[in-house]
């Protein structure tokens, strides 16, 4: 068959293709679910004050989980990808993954090395069943509702993951936001090595690094927020989020979006 016809048997994915603009905006979506979901706890909330409104985690995580299932239905519904509407489902589910998680560690007193493990566990598990059903757990192959669920709620899983795992990583083991930051960015640049140079699996390396751009975001969104007594900068959190916002715009709109695909049976 010629490459014509393989372009035409291709099936349209609604998610985007994966590209070095792909993972630039997944990290500026990251920073920005740290420094949002912090501004609606921990700041209008005031979940870390004197004056903390009572379940403050709890309401915020409400919020933002109402707000990630009426966008993933909305992406269901899509017949096709649309770029800002993929971007606000994945920024939905990253704030939706910061606030979840500080509510298991902080209110619900698990911590950040039980809610790390026990997310870890969600993870896998969301893959398992997902290649179990599907036969494969590539991206590529978001065309249809039962895969979209199964794609979205691995992605809460790994946010929500992330967000432990950066808070474990700058708090408990004492590195501090970068030297954390800085880990996440060595095991990328390993995974970015090994996908340049061995025959390891593509989509292995995908969901590797889709994890690790999480507590990247994680660790470089408090290191922008929290006091300068605690390690970062003491940016206001609305005045980060509204920055980090504003670049995540720009760069939707300049790198190309465009959806990825994968040929069908008969392609192949």
């Known amino acids: 068959m010629n490459d014509q016809s393989a372009v035409r048997d291709a099936v ?32 209008w909330l005031g979940e870390t004050t004197d004056h903390a409104v009572p379940n403050g985690y709890l309401i915020g995580t409400g919020i933002f989980l109402t707000t990630l299932v009426v966008l993933v239905i909305a992406q269901m519904l899509a017949k096709k ?16 993954g910061t606030t979840m998680a500080d509510f298991a560690d902080r209110s619900l007193g698990i911590g950040y090395t ?39 709620l691995t992605i809460t899983f790994s946010q929500t993951l992330g967000t432990a795992l950066g808070d474990w990583m700058a708090d408990t083991s ?13 095991g990328l640049a390993v995974t970015a090595l090994l996908y340049y140079t061995t025959n390891v699996s593509r989509v292995a390396l995908f969901w590797t690094a889709f994890v690790l751009t999480r507590p990247l975001g994680a660790t470089v969104g408090d290191f922008f927020d929290k006091p300068l007594a605690h390690g970062g900068l003491n940016v206001s959190r609305p005045i980060a989020t509204a920055i980090i916002a504003s670049v995540m715009i720009l760069c939707i709109l300049v790198f190309p979006q465009r959806a ?4 069908t049976t008969s392609a192949a």
């Not at 993972?23 to 920073?31: F, M, P, Q, V």
């Not at 004492?174 to 060595?186: D, E, I, Q, T």
């Not at 990825?260 to 040929?263: E, F, I, L, M, V």
């Open 81 to 96: 990808f649309h770029p800002f509407l993929f971007w606000l489902t994945i920024i939905a589910s990253t704030t939706a």
């Open 260 to 263: 990825g695909s994968h040929p």
């Open 12 to 43: 349209l994915s609604k998610v985007p293709a994966v590209t070095l603009g792909f993972w630039i905006i997944k990290i500026l979506a990251t920073t920005l679910g740290e420094t949002g979901g912090d501004t609606v706890t921990m700041t």
């Open 114 to 152: 039980g809610g790390s493990a026990i997310l870890l566990a969600c993870v896998l598990a969301s893959l398992l069943l997902w290649y179990l059903v599907e036969g494969t757990v590539s991206v590529d192959t978001v065309n249809k509702p039962r895969v979209e669920v199964f794609y979205w």
């Open 174 to 186: 004492g590195l501090g936001y970068l030297g954390a930051a800085g880990v996440f960015v060595a």
